[in-house]
Each structure stands twice: as C-alpha cells, then as structure tokens.
C-alpha cells in the first residue's frame, strides 16, 4: 500500500537559522519538498547538533508539512543521514580519490594528499557544511559507520598502501614497525591537513597576511605534507629517530591513549 503525500503546512511561523537554504543545492531526482528539506536541515544540524534539533524546525524553514520528513526520510535520523551522505557525495565529485600506479609511488603520495587537503579546505557558501562534517567527527552519531566507510577509509587505505610502497623492509621481529609503523603514519598526513582545516584561525594570528597568502595555500601545503611524509619515509629515517627516542635517558612521559569518552 503506498504512502500518501503529506498536505502543504499552512503554518507560517518559522525559525530563523543563518545560512539556511541554499538554493543551488540540488540533488538529482529528489522531490522538491524532499529537496527542500535536505537544504534546511543541514544548517540546523550545523548549528543546533543533531539531539537538539527538531523536525518541526527544520520543516518550518523548508516550509513544508513536518509528516514530510518521515514520508521522505522516514525520521529524523534518516534525514541526518542524507544530510551527511550530500555532503559526502559533492566533495567526493568535487575531489575524486585519484588513480594510482601510473607514476611513481612518491606522485601518488602528493596526489593523495592533495585530494584529502583539498576536501578538508574546501568551503561551501554558507560553511555549515564543513560545520557539520566536524561536529560529527567531534560529536559521532550512528552516521559515523557510513562515514568512515565510504569517505575516510578508501582515501586512508589507499594512503597506507602507498606508504607501505615507500618504506624499507621492516623488521618482523618489531610489532611496532609491522603493525603501527605505516597506521600511524598515514593518520600524521591526516592530522596535518586537519590542523590546516581547523586551525585556521590560530594560524591567522600566528602568521602575517602576506606570508600565510604566499605559503600557506593548498598548493604550498600539500608539498609541504608530502615532503615531510617521505623525508620520514625514506632511508630509515623515522625508523632511526623512533629507535633512539626508545633509547633516550628521559623520564617518560605519562602515557594517555588515544580513547573515547
């Protein structure tokens, strides 16, 4: 039995959220209300958190009847999901995961970190888009699984794969070198290019004007990331250091692992 379409809100009354609907946000044979509730949500996701928002909200900016996010998107959760599943889909056209093996390994390398730099820099009009995209990094709901799975984990292994291709032969006998080594080394070109992202403001006091224009675009930094990755790559260099900090007479710190709250 089909679900009937739900009547027009005739209700005018609405909340104001910045930046609430774009109107060139469009996504290929979505219904218009369906649309319009994509473009609404997003914002107030943003700004509110996906707890503290409320369909009624979101249905009132879109100006459509608050049944329509269940019609269309079942409930609130699921126009969560497609909020995060749009976002993902347009920087994912705009920065497609690049093909590999046509050159050396050091290219790949330098086009892998420009797709990951370029997607974490890359605004959108009103900026709740990257909002989002960090709060639910900061903040994971259930849309995290689906997240990682097709946004970050083919861009990491890929990373991985290429890093493994850089590095000499490893000692077996270290579990360091066999299981953490090259992990831990893609999650350092991910954890540059996040700074670049998040830390814009600080760098913006840190640095003057004409020097953050001139060395700290896209272009500047992916050399830059991907210089320091096969510095610490090649000739056992990082292998060396890790080796000799192993060694070092200083007290040790207090370890604190990485772990959820």
Known sequence: MSRSQPDADTTDSRETVSGSVESGSVEPGLPEPAQRLLNAAGPVFAQRGFDRATVREIANIADVNVASVSYYFGDKKGLYTAVIRFIR??????????????????????????????????????????????????????????????????????????????????????????????????????????????????????????????????????????????????DQNVIQQHLLLESSTFPPAEDVACQSN
């Not at 709060?135 to 849309?143: C, L």
Request: charged share 20%.
């Open 89 to 234: 889909e347009r920087r994912e056209r705009a920065f497609p995961l690049p093909v590999l093996g046509q050159g050396t390994a050091q290219r790949d390398l330098e086009l892998l970190v420009r797709t990951l730099l370029s997607r974490m820099l890359a605004s959108d009009e009103t900026g709740w888009e990257s909002m989002l995209m960090m709060r639910e990094m900061q903040h994971p709901t259930s849309a995290i699984d689906g997240l990682v799975r097709d946004y970050f984990k083919p861009l990491y292994d890929a990373l991985c794969q290429t890093i493994g291709t850089l590095l000499p032969p490893l000692d077996a006998n270290s579990s360091w070198q066999t299981d953490a080594l090259v992990p831990q080394l893609a999650l350092g070109v991910v954890g540059q290019c996040l700074h670049y992202r998040i830390g814009r403001p600080v760098l913006n006091h840190l640095i003057a004007p004409e020097l953050l224009q001139k060395h700290y675009g896209s272009d500047a930094l992916c050399r830059m990331i991907t210089a320091t990755t096969l510095a610490a790559c090649q």
